[in-house]
């Protein structure tokens, strides 16, 4: 059972240009979304939260579907230091024992 | 302000042999939880912990054990290293409630032949 999916990617894409993806999860109860942002051979860091309204924080949006069980996280202007992977974590109840990693999608932005 | 630190940051080890990856965080946070990274598999939850003295299994504990004698460590020991445990392992921290930001540390990388 895949409780949350993303395209693993690499997604190859000019610098300057829009790029967007998205991660399907498979519990509706699920109530907290987060996008985090992987650096190769680093540890994870938050990257934003996604609220039902949406999130937008400079170049970097995220917005929710619930009806359809899926976020997404679009990039405007992208930048040689976007490039990384984009992990998509669900909380689907109980404590911090209740997030779901997604296996991350690996974006690769090309000069 | 530290954060989360974990040591050793790398190791390797021979099957059969045991040791204990070390985890600190100086933020107060009552959650620290520890998962293992393998390639095509996303971050999985090994044992956790909500506050000194309680402990938890998560998805993949067989293999492991921890202890949470203070606030701030939450050691994670391997009984008997097996290949099957090669993986990078990340200490994370957290308040115990919303909104579940999680501070990992920089992680341990383990091979084990």
């Known amino acids: 059972r895949k409780e949350v999916e993303q395209d693993p990617g690499p997604f190859n894409v000019p610098e300057g240009a829009t790029v967007a993806f998205n991660c399907t999860y498979s519990?509706?109860?699920?109530?907290?979304f987060f996008w985090y942002r992987q650096d190769c051979r680093k540890e994870p860091k938050l990257l934003m939260s996604?609220?039902?309204s949406g999130n937008e924080d400079g170049r970097f949006t995220a917005q929710l579907n619930r009806a359809s069980q899926y976020i997404s996280l679009l990039i405007r202007d992208s930048k040689l230091s976007d490039s990384a992977t984009y992990l998509c974590?669900?909380?689907?109840?109980?404590?911090?024992?209740?997030?779901?990693f997604g296996k991350g999608t690996h974006l690769i932005i090309q000069p | 302000n530290a954060g989360v630190t974990q040591t050793p940051k790398f190791q390797v080890l021979k099957t059969g042999q045991s040791m204990t990856l070390q985890c600190a965080q100086d933020?107060?946070?009552?959650?620290m939880s520890w998962y293992r990274q393998d390639p095509g598999m996303g971050l999985r939850l090994i044992h956790y912990?909500?506050?000194?003295?309680?402990?938890d299994q998560g998805e993949v504990p067989n293999g492991y054990n921890v202890s949470r004698s203070t606030t701030e460590d939450f050691p994670l020991r391997l009984l008997s290293a097996a290949p099957s445990q090669t993986s990078v392992y990340f200490c994370?921290?957290?308040?115990?409630?919303?909104?579940?930001?999680?501070?990992f540390g920089p992680g341990t990388r383990l091979t084990v032949t």
């Open positions: 933020m107060n946070h009552e959650y």
């Open positions: 974590v669900v909380h689907s109840g109980g404590g911090a024992d209740g997030l779901t």
């Open positions: 912990s909500v506050g000194a003295g309680i402990t």
């Open positions: 996604v609220y039902s």
């Open positions: 519990n509706s109860a699920s109530q907290s």
């Open positions: 994370a921290s957290s308040y115990a409630g919303p909104p579940y930001e999680q501070y």
